[in-house]
């Protein structure tokens, strides 16, 4: 005699011997397999291994709380100093961009940490970019030296896209101000991977789509040193992109900004993995705020690809 609407949230929860883990809202299906693989993985793995995150800017930290949750449910995770050498006892470690020359120490100490065996997994971008001040700057910084030991080359140029996400921008109506969404080539929807490589099918296989924001191009070269055993592209832009470079331009409004709608060119890499013939590997994305929870950490799909990513690095091939 009556009717009643309820809002009704699914949940999971997994037990074994004294232990628990949650999933407390499955709101797709998508990835759902992965996540419950990775907490029936944590309740059952007795041997962890550990990941370790180097901010190369020292002076400005990104928060990273949101891949640090991610990691800590199935790795040890520990923030590592640049400043200090790369503890023994990490299998992975990510690193998060520089903006400015580093100390050769460290560069010694990443260089040391590959070739021990050890994998990486590095961002970086060409350029310094705010899409607050609408201003950008290409970085000067001895870490594309080290970075092109690896045959992996980041130009100092913006990717633009016209496959791209949306920003709100504001737009005057009579006496009102109003927000509405608007393309963003600097924004690129990643949604077509390398699948015919076995390394890059491993982490990008059924994966739906990545957003980099403002990445840079990479370039590969085809004449490789004897010490890098392969170069895979993991990720590219489409087959209607663009370049910016020298004098950039960040209004989203293409009144203002006519650059933002020059396309027509061929697919950039945005993502590349070289592998050593000594057994390392350094992975590069071309967007030095892709580990940031204000930045690429603030997209789900972005999450996925970095688990994948690390899942890969260390080992966790089953994943």
């Known amino acids: 005699d009556q009717m009643v609407v309820k809002k009704v949230y699914l949940g999971m929860v997994l037990l074994f011997e004294n232990k628990k883990e949650i999933i407390p809202l499955i709101q797709s299906t998508a990835g759902l397999e ?20 180097m901010h190369l800017a020292s002076d400005d930290k990104p928060k990273t709380e949101n891949i640090q949750t991610q990691l800590n449910q199935h790795y ?10 790369i503890p023994n006892n990490l299998d992975v470690l990510l690193v998060s961009g520089a903006v400015d020359t580093l ?53 100092k140029n913006l990717v633009l896209d016209a496959k791209c996400g949306n920003v709100q921008v504001q737009q005057s109506v009579g006496l009102f101000r109003m927000n509405r969404a608007v393309q963003y080539p600097f924004f690129p929807i990643i949604d077509s991977f390398n699948t015919t490589d076995s390394i890059s099918k491993i982490m990008v296989n059924n994966l739906e789509q990545v957003l980099p924001l403002f990445p840079s191009e990479i370039k590969i070269d085809s004449i490789k040193s004897e010490k890098i055993a392969r170069v895979t ?23 203002q900004n006519p650059f933002i709608k020059v396309f027509g060119q061929k697919s950039k890499t945005l993502a590349a993995t070289s592998k050593l013939t000594k057994g390392g590997e350094l992975m590069l994305v071309s967007d030095s705020r892709f580990l940031s929870d204000e930045g690429g950490m603030s997209i789900p799909d972005n999450i996925v690809f970095l688990m994948n990513a690390v899942d890969y690095l260390a080992g966790d091939q089953d994943l």
């Open 76 to 85: 040890n995770f520990r923030s590592v100093d640049s400043k200090n050498s």
């Open 34 to 53: 992965y996540m419950i693989s990775t907490k029936i993985k944590s309740l059952i793995n007795l041997n962890k291994k550990t990941i370790g995150l």
């Open 103 to 155: 100390d050769t120490l460290i560069i010694s100490n990443l260089r040391s940490f590959l070739n021990s065996g050890k994998n990486i997994f590095f961002t970086q971008s060409g350029v310094s970019a705010d899409i607050q001040t609408q201003q950008a700057n290409p970085i000067e910084s001895n870490v594309f030296d080290f970075l092109k030991e690896y045959d992996l080359d980041v130009q």
């Open 233 to 255: 592209t993991l990720f590219s832009s489409s087959n209607n992109s663009g370049i910016m470079e020298s004098n950039f331009m960040l209004s989203p409004d293409p009144q």
